[in-house]
């Protein structure tokens, strides 16, 4: 059996070269001037108008882009904030300056690009129709449920696995196609694809290694994180900065600032993930985390929020952070860089923080 067949999509790495993955994280696209329900604060309006893309988020991805020269690009969810996106040209520009770049790269769905009124299904013919996205539609439960692999010579490296995690409130023409699913967490026609696909790979390429990438955590992250001190029922666990502590194992980094939700609290899937082998699983949704663990041998990351759309955190002049909906302080913008071994693992993972803030 082609073990490169197993794969929805190849990336493709000159021999030699160290595979480099950027993990984007809730861009979450606002046009103030579709605020229909009213959600904005009356100072809000004018920082998130039609036309900001610009200072809220493109000159980041841009500066992150041109600073990590990544090989492949993966985007954790919330794309754009479908709530304001009824007309569909938030999603259409950011797709066109992806492209821009022309670097693969691969989104999944989060829990507010479905609330569109351009429904789900046009939101994913947008991605599939392009030079550089990689992006696929099936018609079980979820939207865009496909794998991407990284291919070196004769190796398949690395697998990634893009699954929807659901949740959020769609939008009637998102619940056309029947299988955009309401609560937090994977159906079991997806759980039973993604099993049966690594199986295959792993019978024929037992090295390569498997990441996931979906929006919500799953509860594996709070346990994960306990080792330094976080409890979700207590919230005057958090702040926590995991760079600062002593007690830092090697390989963590990041900073939780609030109590995150999570699902699968019967841990079914996560133990599943385990027993298949997977090393890493890359998750946005939650603004103010950014933590990356590693627990029971596979990485749990939290990636770095990748625009100052929505809630976001900054640096007060005092030195404190704060989440916040509007400007206070200086923004904590950036994305989250995984470097691949010559055998498939991530060597090395680490933050990039944008230097070229806007203060406003």
């Known amino acids: 059996m082609d073990k490169f067949s197993l794969v929805d999509f190849l990336v493709e790495i000159p021999e030699g070269k160290t595979p480099i993955v950027l993990q984007l994280s809730d861009p979450q696209i606002v046009d103030s001037s579709q605020d229909e329900q009213g959600r904005l604060q009356p100072g809000e309006a004018p920082y998130w108008a ?51 770049f022309e670097i693969p790269w691969a989104p999944v769905l989060g829990n507010h690009e479905t609330e569109s009124r351009m429904g789900v299904d046009w939101q994913c013919a947008q991605f599939e129709k392009t030079k550089y996205c990689l992006f696929k539609q099936r018609s079980f439960t979820g939207n865009g449920n496909y794998s991407v692999g990284v291919k070196q010579g004769e190796n398949l490296l690395h697998a990634f696995y893009m699954m929807d995690s659901n949740s959020g409130c769609p939008s009637e023409n998102s619940l056309v196609n029947g299988h955009s699913k309401h609560p ?40 994960a994180y306990a080792k330094y001190g976080y409890v979700r029922s207590d919230s005057t666990s958090c702040p926590i900065d995991i760079d600062q502590r002593a007690e830092r194992s090697a390989a963590d980094f990041g900073y939780i600032l ?44 939290f990636g770095l929020k990748s625009s100052t759309y929505d809630s976001n955190l900054y640096e007060t002049p005092s030195g404190e952070r704060v ?38």
């Open 50 to 100: 039609k036309g900001k893309q610009e200072a809220r988020c493109y000159g980041y991805i841009r500066e992150m882009i041109e600073n990590t020269k990544p090989d492949f690009i993966l985007i954790a969810g919330d794309v754009v904030y479908g709530a304001f996106d009824h007309d569909g040209t938030c999603l259409q520009s950011f797709v066109e300056f992806m492209e821009t």
């Open 323 to 360: 989440m916040s909906w509007s400007p206070a302080g200086k923004p904590i913008i950036g994305g989250t860089v995984m470097e691949l071994s010559s055998n498939g693992s991530i060597a090395k993972a680490y933050h990039y923080y944008c230097k070229n803030v806007q203060f406003e």
């Open 258 to 301: 609030h109590p995150f939700g999570v699902w699968d609290t019967d841990e079914r899937v996560w133990n599943g993930l385990k027993s298949l082998g997977v090393e890493c699983i890359c998750v946005g949704h939650d603004h103010e985390v950014c933590a990356s663990v590693v627990y029971e041998g596979v990485r749990l990351q």
């Open 184 to 223: 937090a967490g994977f159906g079991e026609d997806q759980i039973a694809w993604y099993t049966e696909s690594i199986q295959a790979i792993k019978s024929v390429s037992p090295t390569t290694g498997i990441t996931f990438t979906f929006h919500i955590p799953i509860y594996a992250f709070e346990k």
